[in-house]
């Protein structure tokens, strides 16, 4: 089935949330979180090969109005990836101010549109889509193949301490297209001119879906990683074992600062 993904925002949304794009950098750097934008950096780059090189170039399923397709990629490519991803990574390590990394980023994508709004009042708004019916089932494919591999990893580790939380990976990799999907559906952005069905069918499929299918292959990136570098990206003294790591993880509990 054929899912069209729109946005329309005005010009003043883009150069807000690259604003708070380098505050969000710079606040990770601050508190030495050195490999979640690190990791935020890649995956930004990673999404704009995907979205203009495969989407555009290979599917031909982007259009735009109103705008250049490839730098309204490139900020949109960067924008989601670096956000959505060291947000993952800061929850996959259980840090211990997820609590205000995750109010911070919820609160800029609900506010992002509205500020926009009135400081972009009178532009000329751009109008951006893609359809999904040429690549959505080469997504369910990897989505399928990433936990079906984590599960039969699970089924074959008799140790439960060592075993992959396959329901914090799915909550994780939900909640974070979810909670965007929905603050831009909120804010006006997401699916502007269709009606309510095909603005509700990005919301449930999108967040099932796209940012989902990657979390089994982005959690063994994140074991893989972290056995041997902090946060900070200094070198770990003691390295542990791959399945070592896993307990290690599992162990851990998101705690206030000096609690």
Not at 45 to 61: E, K, N, R, T
Not at 95 to 119: G, H, K, R, V
Not at 240 to 258: C, D, L, Q
Request: aromatic residues 14%; positive net charge.
């Amino acid at each position: 089935m054929e899912l069209i993904a729109r946005r329309q925002f005005v010009p003043a949304y883009i150069a807000l949330d690259t604003v708070f794009l380098l505050v969000l950098a710079g606040l990770l750097l601050w508190k030495k979180r050195r490999m979640a934008a690190l990791v935020g950096g890649i995956m930004g780059a990673v999404y704009f090969i995907v979205d203009y090189g495969v989407f555009h170039l290979i599917c031909h399923s982007r259009s735009i109005e109103g705008g250049s397709l490839f730098w309204t990629l490139l900020w949109m490519s960067m924008s989601y990836g670096f956000t959505n991803f060291a947000w993952i990574w800061l929850a996959l390590d259980k840090d211990e101010y997820l609590i205000e990394w995750s109010l911070l980023i919820l609160c800029w994508w609900f506010c992002c549109p509205m500020l926009a709004q009135l400081i972009g009042f009178g532009q000329t708004p751009i109008v951006i889509q893609r359809t999904t019916g040429a690549y959505h089932g080469w997504m369910a494919a990897i989505l399928f193949v990433g936990y079906l591999l984590a599960v039969v990893r699970n089924l074959r580790e008799s140790d439960r301490k060592c075993r992959i939380d396959l329901l914090r990976l799915l909550a994780i990799g939900i909640a974070a297209q979810f909670a965007w999907e929905a603050a831009l559906l909120l804010g006006g952005i997401r699916s502007a001119g269709l009606d309510f069905a095909e603005k509700l069918r990005p919301l449930i499929v999108n967040s099932l879906l796209e940012t989902n299918l990657g979390m089994p292959y982005v959690y063994l990136i994140f074991v893989a990683l972290t056995r041997r570098f902090t946060p900070a990206l200094a070198r770990r003294e003691d390295v542990p074992s791959f399945r070592e790591r896993i307990a290690e993880n599992n162990g851990k509990r998101v705690r206030r600062p000096n609690a």
